[in-house]
């Protein structure tokens, strides 16, 4: 039974698989930030605002990022 916590890049080869771990290791060495937003509207009235932001990085890198400043 072939590991399920895998991701395989689109095109790439079998032996290029990229784990979970990995991601989440970059992710949290570099950090991300998360931005969305949707407007609901009715009759071309804008009713609701929803906003999103996110980040996502370790507290190491974050304090990296505030000590430059």
């Known amino acids: ?8 890049l689109a095109g790439a080869d079998s ?4 784990s979970l771990l990995d991601i989440l290791d970059h992710v949290l060495n570099a950090g991300v930030v998360i931005q969305g937003s949707m407007v609901i509207s009715l009759a071309g009235v804008d009713l609701i605002y929803l906003g999103l ?3 996502l990085t370790s507290v190491e890198t974050a304090l990296k990022h505030v000590e430059k400043e």
């Open 1 to 8: 039974m072939k590991n399920q916590n895998v991701i395989t």
């Open 15 to 18: 032996e290029s698989d990229i």
């Open 53 to 55: 932001s996110a980040v």
